[in-house]
């Protein structure tokens, strides 16, 4: 067989990898010789600024989700984890299952957006005993942590064990600690009313945070402001501040002093009785990327201007796992939403003009503001310019991101879990559920999609 069409892939289905492929079958959808192919994991779309409103049972679990055969209805799609990428061979190789086999896939063009996975710093009794809040499993898990430890808590007579069953650590001030935090709260306080031994002062939600200031992404003012609020709520917010272990029953913590006075100076250390800590405190890359023949630093691929990867033309990589530095401060832009649809939107350009043979265009990011819940109604923003603080931030974030939600299936399930969540109390029905299996080696591949 003569292979005569040009095959872009993308991997990942995430914000990067989905906006990516809406440019390109917008712009070149129609074209015969051009197939368009995504590879991802999951067969849909994560909308993970409101994942932790899953966590807290106020938006049922399928409707921040999107399909990816609905949403991006021109590219062929194979559900899969990917193994392997061959940039010589120009060859993706994903895992088989119990199910499956394992096949590669071809490509000419590549656009990597494999985003992250949650970083524990090499913690391995953290990541063995805390809870996560990056996949959609993640939420489904906590919610039904929360709810049980509220029903162990409400017989339970040794007060201790009662207290570590109540207090809850979050570890990590961004977008995501904060923002789960503030949920989480909302449940315990709405779902206290079914547990008559539970009073409002026996719940405990801590946030810890490395840095000196919480949702390090807005300005002082802004975020001073989130800080102020969430303390008022009970939250618990200690800044400067490292968890060093968990085993399952107790956060150690140690107080990060800038410059000890003396080198030997013992550090500030402290200890939360928990059975619960939630770890959003960094992400990294995730290990395909970083085990890659592709150049990479700190895990992320080293991308131009023009966001290909260094040394191979023609591949691109975008979202959370390209390392592209920003131009005012130096540093790696934070992984957000908004900048991996940015830079999508120019891969994708970039991609067809490689094709067309003109001109590339350089990356250059321009913010359209940013958006934070705390929790209560109330929220933070910088908008068109403007600061905006409590209930009206929280009001825009709601728009805004209803608006984002792009069909309008899912955008109304969503406005209409908000609106009987003011009517209702939430669900406190806990779900028993497994943890996720390990990878397994299967089948030996044994397929190719296609000869060439
Ligand atoms: C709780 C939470 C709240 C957030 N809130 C906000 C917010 O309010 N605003 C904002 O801008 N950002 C927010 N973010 C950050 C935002 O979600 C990320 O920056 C964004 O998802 C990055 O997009 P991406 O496409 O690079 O990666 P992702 O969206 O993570 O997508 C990566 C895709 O690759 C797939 N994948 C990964 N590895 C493999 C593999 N080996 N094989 C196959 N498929 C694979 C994944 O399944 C996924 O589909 C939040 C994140 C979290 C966790």
């Known amino acids: 067989m003569v292979r005569n069409k040009k095959k872009i892939v993308i991997l990942g289905g995430g914000f990067a990898g989905v906006e990516c492929a809406r440019q390109l079958e ?9 197939e368009l192919v995504m590879i991802s994991e999951d067969n849909f779309l994560l909308f993970t600024p409101m994942l932790p409103q899953v966590a807290s049972g106020m938006i049922e679990t399928r409707h921040i989700v ?19 990428i061959d940039p010589y061979g120009k060859l993706v190789t994903l895992w088989g ?15 990597v957006g494999l985003g992250s996975e949650t970083n524990f710093f090499g913690m391995s009794d953290v990541e063995k005993n805390a809870y996560t809040m990056k996949t959609l499993n993640d939420a489904v898990m906590l919610r039904n942590r929360v709810i049980d430890m509220l029903e162990q808590a409400e017989n339970e007579t040794d007060p201790i064990l009662r207290k570590s069953f109540l207090n809850f650590v979050v570890a990590g001030g961004g977008f995501a600690g904060i923002e789960t935090a503030g949920e989480l709260m909302d449940l315990l306080l709405d779902a206290r009313k079914y547990y008559p031994t539970i009073h409002k002062n026996d719940l405990k939600v801590v946030v810890i945070e490395a840095l000196g200031m919480i949702l390090p992404g807005f300005n002082e003012k802004l975020a001073g402001f989130a800080k102020e609020k969430m303390t008022d709520n009970g939250i618990d917010i200690r800044l400067k501040t490292a968890i060093t272990s968990f085993d399952g029953n107790e956060v150690t913590t140690k107080l990060l002093v800038q410059n000890p006075k003396e080198e030997d100076e013992e550090p500030i250390t402290d200890v939360i009785r928990t059975k619960t800590l939630i770890w959003t405190a960094g992400v990294t890359p ?11 630093e700190k895990g992320k691929l080293i991308v131009n201007d023009y966001l290909e990867v260094q040394d191979f033309p023609g591949v691109f990589a975008i979202g959370d796992c390209a390392m592209f530095l920003d131009p005012e401060t130096q ?16 891969a994708a350009k970039n991609l ?30 910088t908008f068109l310019g403007m600061n905006i603080s409590g209930f009206w931030a929280w009001l825009i974030w709601r728009n805004v991101y209803l608006s984002k939600i792009s069909t309008f299936d899912k955008r109304t399930r969503v406005f209409l879990d908000w609106t009987i969540d003011l009517f209702f109390d939430r669900d406190i029905s806990r779900l028993k559920l497994m943890k996720h299996e390990p990878e397994k080696e299967y089948r030996q591949l044994d397929e190719v999609d296609d000869v060439w």
């Open 26 to 34: 917008s712009k070149i959808g129609n074209d015969d010789e051009i």
């Open 66 to 84: 999107l399909p990816i055969r609905t949403i991006c209805k021109k590219i062929k799609f194979y559900e899969g984890r990917i193994k392997n």
């Open 97 to 111: 299952t119990g199910d499956k086999r394992s096949i590669s896939v071809h490509y000419d063009f590549l656009i």
């Open 286 to 296: 995730v290990n395909t990327i970083k085990r890659s023949m592709f150049k990479t």
């Open 331 to 346: 540093r790696p832009f934070p992984p957000t939403a908004q900048i991996a649809e940015a830079q999508a939107k120019v």
């Open 352 to 381: 067809i003009s490689m094709i067309s043979n003109s001109k590339k265009e350089k990356f250059v990011y321009h913010s359209k503001g940013q958006m934070a819940i705390i929790g209560k109604r109330t929220g933070i923003a």
